[in-house]
């Protein structure tokens, strides 16, 4: 299944200047290999290892995918959210 990943500003340095960028995936553990063999660059400040890092939160169809099971089934969804870590006080 395509997905959508919509790329906020911060981010779009590491994927070539694209608002957004199309994977396919069928699982979460699908998503995580795409990004990783797609879009290298972008995998490395999203991805620590085999699983998504703190620095960034990812939401699939606006849900967390920290809640998510490993085989979740990402067919019916639609958008992938990345969304840096803000710090600061």
Do not use: C, N, Q
């Given at each position: 299944m395509?997905?959508t990943?919509?790329i906020?500003?911060p981010?779009?340095?590491?994927?070539?200047g694209?608002r957004t960028?199309?994977i396919d995936?069928?699982?979460?553990?699908?998503?995580r290999r795409?990004?990783?063999?797609?879009y290298?660059e972008?995998?490395?400040v999203?991805?620590?290892?085999?699983?998504?890092?703190?620095?960034v939160?990812v939401?699939?169809d606006?849900?967390?995918v920290?809640?998510?099971?490993e085989?979740a089934?990402l067919r019916?969804?639609?958008?992938v959210?990345?969304l840096?870590?803000m710090?600061?006080?």
């Amino acid at each position: 299944m395509s997905l959508t990943i919509r790329i906020p500003t911060p981010l779009r340095e590491h994927a070539g200047g694209a608002r957004t960028l199309p994977i396919d995936a069928t699982t979460l553990a699908d998503l995580r290999r795409g990004l990783a063999d797609r879009y290298p660059e972008l995998a490395a400040v999203v991805l620590d290892g085999d699983a998504f890092g703190p620095a960034v939160s990812v939401f699939v169809d606006g849900e967390d995918v920290r809640f998510l099971p490993e085989d979740a089934d990402l067919r019916s969804a639609r958008l992938v959210e990345l969304l840096p870590a803000m710090s600061g006080g």
